[in-house]
């Protein structure tokens, strides 16, 4: 049942006056994509026999997808967990209408909104940037530290590999992605495998932060079983460093973030079975307004899910379903409930912190004031038994009530996962990274040797490339939030959450350039796109 904050009805009603234009237009645009969508198959495709296969493959996929989650949904009820995908979070089923109604009203038709306009700008921007450009060394070292990529920086003490030599004082950072070579591509995509190395600028050398210096990459090219090792002063070394951010922006997309998304479903569907008035259910309902509507478009509609129909204009992926599911399947592998707050020294790790930090207190001074004992009742050990039955790591109910320190930290890991984490994501990979040197396709073949092999950056992206590139941030990686979290509104506890919004904003306006990874007011109070 979706929270009702003052607004809440008069938002819809206003939503729903604009609906019947955007619809209309949107329809409109989708006559036009009939018409013109054969010659664009013939653009993004190398013959028209392999895109006919394609797209019946894709069909009958989807149809036979869509009959199997249509005989699991039943008419009413509350959520359902139900174990769709070996090795995955359960996916939930039953949403309620309610929240369905919310999430079109209020999230679906922000998205059409910007699909309307986004569809013509796209092609402007398409054609003002038709190729890939070569990111600097600043930039790439840069980009890596500061965002949600960083997550992927492992210390390494061992730097054979990449025939290095250990200085014996500086800390020397691995940062790979070895998918990238052994999934499938489309065939006129290519990828690498790729193991990057730095070595770790302590703080105070540069600035008060530590930074990031690119040493060497191990290039492992997807059409050979061959690797190489790249420097700086090789001619392969630029086209690498696109093939390691080709390689990033797969795993932030495909990997790491449906962790911030799916396995939280688990926690939003157990919490619909706590008493209405219950103060985990207050606590939680705001971050967790339209995201099981979101999720179950994402993970159970054939047609409209980016992962997958490759064909809808607003899916940017070089790769089928089951290299996709590869992706989702890794981020998995290594999953704690545990680990969700990143222990990362550069920016995004210090910037996660400092959210959760502020979500414990908040969260922790209402369970020490609680004299009700409703936070540690049979309700609550229901409610984690339940969660941790399927969500790896989640403390037991048994565990939450005779601690309540314990509880506080683990709803304010939820509430920073749903909030600030997704929302981290989507803010930095639309507003502080080169888009023209973090693509989603590359046409060209990796270079198989240090030399280059005359690699040409020219023809490593199309304008239909670039378009759809465009669309996709517009429509799916930043639509922008309903409501800031700075905004968040709880039902109950008007003085603690006065402080928390205060404390929220004060830390916003604190952050150096190099910590805040997104502005507070680009961050949702929960994953609503």
């Not at 965002?147 to 004082?169: C, I, M, Q, R």
């Not at 190395?197 to 530590?210: H, K, M, Q, T, Y």
Request: proline share 6%; glycine share 4%.
């Amino acid at each position: 049942m979706a929270l009702r904050v003052p607004s809440y009805y008069r938002d819809h009603f206003k939503a729903a006056l604009v609906l019947p234009f955007v619809m209309a237009f949107s329809l409109f645009e989708m006559f036009v994509m009939l018409f013109f969508w054969p010659i664009i198959f013939l653009t993004d495709s190398r013959s028209l026999r392999s895109v006919l296969t394609e797209m019946s493959e894709v069909f009958w996929f989807i149809v036979r997808f869509d009959r199997q989650i249509s005989a699991l949904v039943s008419d009413g009820g509350p959520p359902r967990l139900i174990s769709l995908r070996f090795g995955q979070a359960p996916t939930v089923l039953n949403v309620p209408k309610d929240e369905q109604r919310d999430f079109v009203l209020m999230r679906a038709t922000a998205m059409l909104r910007r699909h309307v306009w986004g569809w013509f700008v796209a092609f402007w921007y398409a054609f003002r940037h038709p190729d890939l450009k070569f990111i600097t060394d600043d930039d790439f070292t840069r980009t890596i530290e500061s965002g949600p990529w960083a997550t992927y920086l492992v210390e390494v003490e061992d730097l054979s590999d990449w025939n290095e030599e250990h200085d014996g004082k500086s800390r020397y950072w691995a940062f790979e992605m070895p998918l990238m070579q052994s999934i499938k591509y489309f065939e006129e995509f290519h990828g690498a495998g790729t193991r990057t190395l730095f070595r770790e600028i302590p703080a105070g050398e540069v600035d008060s932060n530590p930074h990031l210096q690119a040493l060497a990459i191990i290039m492992m090219p997807s059409h050979t079983t061959t690797q190489y090792i790249t420097r700086p002063q090789d001619d392969a070394w630029n086209p690498a460093k696109l093939y390691v951010t080709h390689g990033a922006t797969h795993y932030l997309v495909l990997s790491r973030h449906p962790m911030l998304h799916f396995p939280m479903d688990t926690v939003n569907a157990q919490t619909h079975y706590l008493p209405l008035d219950h103060p985990i259910r207050l606590l939680l309902e705001p971050h967790q307004r339209f995201t099981l509507p979101l999720n179950n478009l994402v993970l159970n509609s054939g047609f409209l899910s980016i992962l997958v129909n490759r064909w809808l204009d607003i899916a940017p992926f070089d790769c089928p379903v089951q290299s996709i599911d590869a992706f989702v399947r890794d981020g998995y592998k290594d999953y704690s409930f545990e680990k969700v707050i990143p222990d990362s020294p550069f920016g995004y790790g210090q910037f996660v912190r400092g959210y959760y930090r502020l979500f414990y207190d908040f969260v922790h001074d209402i369970i020490q004031k609680d004299k009700s004992g409703r936070f540690v009742n049979e309700d609550v050990r229901t409610w984690g038994n339940e969660i941790a039955k399927v969500l790896q790591d989640f403390p037991t109910g048994d565990e939450l009530i005779k601690d309540r320190v314990l509880l506080a930290k683990t709803l304010a890991i939820v509430m920073t996962d749903v909030s600030v984490m997704h929302g981290a994501d989507h803010s930095w990979y639309y507003h502080k990274t080169p888009w023209d040197s973090v693509p989603w396709r590359i046409r060209n073949k990796a270079p198989t040797s240090a030399s280059g092999d005359r690699w040409i950056r020219t023809n490593a992206n199309t304008r239909f490339d670039k378009w759809k590139f465009y669309l996709t941030q517009v429509c799916i990686f930043f639509t922008g939030p309903n409501t800031s979290l700075g905004d968040v509104h709880y039902d109950g506890w008007e003085d603690e959450q006065r402080r928390f919004r205060k404390a929220l904003k004060d830390y916003d306006a604190s952050l150096s350039e190099y910590v805040k990874v997104s502005s507070l007011k680009n961050i949702a109070p929960s994953i609503d796109f």
